[in-house]
């Protein structure tokens, strides 16, 4: 029987825009997310509940493709549906669509359950997943990693100094401030002229309140007889990875 799906409605806020008067990537995400919490407080799963067991849900990688980013008072529906776990992994998915039902924007998470006292991943309880009607699998997902960052191909870096509002409830960077940190390292003049189609980010370490993060990007790769471009992105902090990203953008038709 397939997990059951929550469905939320929204209207795209000024403050989640740029000056695009478009969503931006980060922003999208929230919304995305926001709509998985939602789902949780209305199963009785809230984060306070999780947090009294002295655990908290943390992602590990997002898979985010984008038709099209919604506009500034743009009424959208965000849904996301539970679809499958295992001992110690969690899949969701997430998608958005307009008022007619076009899907602007999809997301594959996988998330897994930390126990916060040892900042270690720990084995999901049933009484946590059963409400929503996931599958279980004793298979371990498979999503393909972003490449390798090249650090010989690295074209500029930004430093970022982690603020205490950075930091949600498990005690570590929330993981939508990464998008942030990955956009802002690429230059204005490419931001204005392309559109993101595609990000696939992957945790690797934990980020804390006060540490130095530095923002890594390489040259925009043109694909081969296509408005297409890639870019590869790395965050590090102390030379250690904390996470790594790959972006597909596309040109703006009148550029």
């Not at 002295?54 to 985010?64: E, F, I, Y």
């Not at 984008?66 to 679809?83: G, H, N, Y």
């Not at 007619?100 to 897994?112: C, D, N, P, R, Y």
């Not at 102390?238 to 009148?254: I, M, P, T, V, Y």
């Amino acid at each position: 029987m397939a997990a059951n799906i929550f469905s939320e409605k929204h209207q795209i806020l000024f403050y989640e825009t740029d000056r695009t008067r478009r969503v931006t990537p980060g922003m999208l995400v929230n919304i995305l997310m926001l709509a998985s919490q939602d789902q949780s407080d209305e199963l009785g799963l809230t984060s306070q509940k999780i947090h009294a067991q002295d655990l908290g849900w943390v992602v590990t990688q997002h898979l985010l493709t984008i038709e099209r980013l919604p506009q500034l008072k743009e009424k959208v529906i965000v849904k996301t549906q539970a679809t499958a776990y295992n001992h110690y992994f969690c899949y969701r998915d997430f998608w958005l669509e307009d008022q007619t039902g076009e899907v602007l924007a999809k997301m594959h998470s996988t998330f897994i359950l930390m126990d916060q006292e040892k900042r270690k991943i720990t084995k999901v309880p049933t009484e946590l997943i059963a409400p929503y009607g996931s599958e279980y699998t004793p298979k371990v997902e498979r999503v393909a990693e972003p490449e390798k960052f090249n650090l010989e191909k690295m074209s500029a870096s930004k430093d970022y100094r982690v603020r205490f509002m950075d930091i949600d409830a498990n005690q570590h960077v929330n993981n939508v401030h990464y998008f942030d940190w990955i956009v802002d390292a690429l230059s204005e003049e490419f931001l204005i002229n392309h559109q993101i189609k595609q990000v696939n980010v992957r945790y690797k370490r934990e980020v804390h309140y006060g540490e130095l993060v530095t923002s890594r990007v390489d040259q925009p790769l043109t694909v081969k007889d296509s408005k297409m471009s890639i870019t590869h992105h790395q965050i590090v902090v102390d030379q250690q990875e904390s996470c790594r990203a790959q972006c597909l953008w596309e040109k703006n038709e009148n550029q």
